[in-house]
């Protein structure tokens, strides 16, 4: 079901509201950043998420991947969001939202949903990683 989030970074700077269907299912990747990270999200479509305070807080990490935008307060160090720019695997622009940022995420509902996981590592992002108990 289809329900808007409010969430933000650790102290708050950064503020994030997000139209999410966490049912619909969530993902992990295995990438070198995302690993170290624990990056748990859900993917969005840029009309469904909204910056609601804080760009000037923003620094935008860039690792290997040249299109995705590692967003992460200079405050605190949380990373409450990242937006993937084409060409990419989607072929649209799309934001992945970090699941543990977000208010009243019923914990319930989370545990529940399905989550798929990106072979990242290896850009390989249709493939799922042999192993994924780490992530």
């Known amino acids: 079901m289809l ?4 969430g933000s970074c650790h102290c708050g700077a950064v503020r994030i509201e997000a139209d999410v269907d966490i049912s619909a299912g969530t993902g992990k ?6 690993t170290k990270m624990r990056l ?10 909204r910056l609601v305070a804080g760009q000037e ?4 990490y860039r690792g290997r991947n040249p299109v995705a935008h ?8 949380v990373r409450p969001f990242e937006r993937v720019d084409t060409p990419n695997m ?6 992945n939202i970090n699941v543990a940022c977000l208010d009243g995420v ?10 798929t996981y990106f072979d990242g ?8 990683p042999s192993e994924v108990r780490h992530l």
């Open 106 to 115: 019923d914990i319930d509902e989370l545990a529940a949903a399905p989550v």
């Open 90 to 95: 989607t072929g649209h622009t799309y934001y």
């Open 29 to 34: 990747c295995n990438c070198t950043l995302c």
């Open 121 to 128: 590592l290896n850009d390989a992002w249709g493939s799922t």
């Open 3 to 6: 329900k808007t989030y409010s």
């Open 57 to 60: 807080a923003l620094t935008d």
């Open 40 to 49: 748990w999200s859900v993917a969005v479509k840029p009309s469904a998420f």
């Open 70 to 77: 590692h967003f992460f307060c200079s405050h605190c160090s």
